[in-house]
């Protein structure tokens, strides 16, 4: 593979200074919202470093973007720590209300563009892709949210992510959705990914599994007063025991001065997404985080990567995960690389779970 070269690059990309020796370095890749990275490395020059703005590897598709930067002079290292660079989305808000009726790739890739690519460009400057028309068709509308929030929830809804794929060598920068591959033994089409001790591919890892903020029914209520406001209900419980949800869409109009008067039904639709919205917000948390061995059977990167659907048995503890690789932290350290696989949706913070209830 070769070994691992870290780019520090100014505002235009243009490389300011190159490292491959270094203490740490801790990538960590993400499916639901953008990665981070950190970096510890030694004797630098810190006059080029405080000009970096950017930072890339010649081994990683993500660029990342410096938000911290420290002189550790007793210990001779300097410190760099950022996000990659799909941060720079939530830069942006949706200040004018969005109507959107239509196929839920191009929709994210409508809202890219429309409010971070050709009207008022992050300061990364990513191109669109193509969309290849993913995830079925969505109508709803949207209005002072942040943008990298909203095109993250909306392509996870359909297990799909947002990237911004850098090559270094073009200085290309594409921003498009993309989706992680099934590698589950209920399909035949890719090869499998099965982790598990018994498999002698990694060693295992803490599980979680928590119902206590699920909810799967929810009272959306629109425009109207009193008996003459307008609910919605969207019911997800498929039989289990109701866990109801109150969501105020008060912000969704049926009359707008930019499209002609929604119908009833047309109105329904756009409350009822909003629902579905905020109940992938209150789901069931399943999740579990082996580390991969050096002798594993499967190599990262080649029979597995982020967003693929995979399986994880831990057959000692009677647990057996179906789930989507939601993270992958990798350390660089003294000449070895170790892979940390993240299975499943994190168990929430409190002031994630905070900042979603305020939001309500």
Same mark, same amino acid.
């Given at each position: 593979?070769?070994?691992?070269?870290?780019?520090?690059?100014?505002?235009?990309?243009?490389?300011?200074?190159?490292?491959?020796?270094?203490?740490?370095?801790?990538?960590?890749?993400?499916? !639901?919202?953008?990665?981070?990275?950190?970096?510890?490395?030694?004797?630098?020059?810190?006059?080029?470093?405080?000009?970096?703005?950017?930072?890339?590897?010649?081994?990683?598709?993500?660029?990342?973007?410096?938000?911290?930067?420290?002189?550790?002079?007793?210990?001779?290292?300097?410190?760099?720590?950022?996000?990659?660079?799909?941060?720079?989305?939530?830069?942006?808000?949706?200040?004018?209300?969005?109507?959107?009726?239509?196929?839920?790739?191009?929709?994210?890739?409508?809202?890219?563009?429309?409010?971070?690519?050709?009207?008022?460009?992050?300061?990364?400057?990513?191109?669109? $892709?193509?969309? #290849?028309?993913?995830?079925?068709?969505?109508?709803?509308?949207?209005?002072?949210?942040?943008?990298?929030?909203?095109?993250?929830?909306?392509?996870? $809804?359909?297990?799909?992510?947002?990237?911004?794929?850098?090559?270094?060598? !073009?200085?290309?920068?594409?921003?498009?959705?993309?989706?992680?591959?099934?590698?589950?033994?209920?399909?035949?089409?890719?090869?499998?990914?099965?982790?598990?001790?018994?498999?002698?591919?990694?060693?295992?890892?803490?599980? !979680?599994?928590? !119902?206590?903020?699920?909810?799967?029914?929810?009272?959306?209520?629109?425009?109207?007063?009193?008996?003459?406001?307008?609910?919605?209900?969207?019911?997800?419980?498929?039989?289990?025991?109701?866990?109801?949800?109150?969501?105020?869409?008060?912000?969704?109009?049926?009359?707008?001065?930019?499209? $002609?008067?929604?119908?009833?039904?047309?109105? #329904?639709?756009?409350?009822? #997404?909003?629902?579905?919205?905020?109940?992938?917000?209150?789901?069931?948390?399943?999740?579990?985080?082996?580390?991969?061995?050096?002798?594993?059977?499967?190599?990262?990167?080649?029979?597995?990567?982020?967003?693929?659907?995979?399986?994880?048995?831990?057959?000692?503890?009677?647990?057996?995960?179906?789930?989507?690789?939601?993270?992958?932290?990798?350390?660089?350290?003294?000449?070895?690389?170790?892979?940390?696989?993240?299975?499943?949706?994190?168990?929430?913070?409190?002031? #994630?779970?905070?900042?979603?209830? $305020?939001?309500?």
């Amino acid at each position: 593979m070769g070994s691992l070269e870290i780019n520090i690059l100014d505002k235009n990309r243009q490389l300011l200074h190159s490292i491959d020796v270094f203490r740490t370095l801790i990538w960590t890749r993400c499916y !639901t919202e953008p990665g981070r990275f950190d970096l510890y490395c030694y004797q630098p020059d810190f006059s080029r470093l405080r000009e970096g703005v950017y930072l890339c590897t010649n081994r990683h598709k993500e660029l990342g973007r410096i938000d911290t930067l420290k002189l550790l002079r007793s210990r001779h290292l300097a410190f760099i720590s950022g996000s990659f660079s799909e941060a720079e989305y939530n830069d942006r808000i949706i200040e004018s209300v969005q109507d959107i009726n239509a196929n839920r790739e191009d929709a994210i890739l409508s809202l890219l563009d429309d409010f971070a690519v050709s009207a008022r460009p992050v300061p990364c400057r990513p191109v669109l $892709a193509a969309s #290849q028309q993913r995830g079925g068709d969505v109508a709803f509308q949207v209005t002072g949210k942040p943008l990298g929030d909203y095109v993250y929830t909306l392509a996870y $809804a359909a297990g799909l992510s947002v990237r911004n794929a850098y090559d270094f060598p !073009t200085d290309t920068l594409r921003a498009e959705v993309w989706q992680g591959l099934d590698r589950r033994s209920s399909q035949t089409e890719n090869p499998l990914a099965i982790f598990g001790g018994d498999e002698g591919n990694v060693r295992l890892g803490d599980y !979680t599994l928590s !119902t206590r903020d699920e909810k799967n029914v929810a009272w959306v209520a629109g425009e109207g007063e009193g008996a003459e406001r307008v609910i919605v209900e969207v019911d997800r419980s498929n039989g289990a025991p109701r866990k109801e949800l109150w969501v105020n869409a008060a912000d969704i109009r049926k009359e707008s001065t930019s499209r $002609a008067t929604l119908t009833d039904e047309e109105y #329904q639709e756009l409350l009822e #997404q909003r629902g579905i919205e905020k109940l992938a917000k209150y789901t069931r948390t399943e999740s579990a985080a082996p580390t991969l061995l050096p002798q594993s059977n499967l190599v990262y990167g080649k029979d597995f990567d982020l967003g693929d659907l995979a399986e994880y048995h831990d057959d000692e503890a009677g647990i057996m995960v179906e789930a989507r690789i939601t993270k992958v932290v990798e350390t660089y350290e003294g000449g070895e690389e170790a892979v940390e696989i993240y299975f499943g949706d994190e168990e929430k913070k409190i002031m #994630q779970k905070v900042k979603r209830e $305020a939001e309500e």
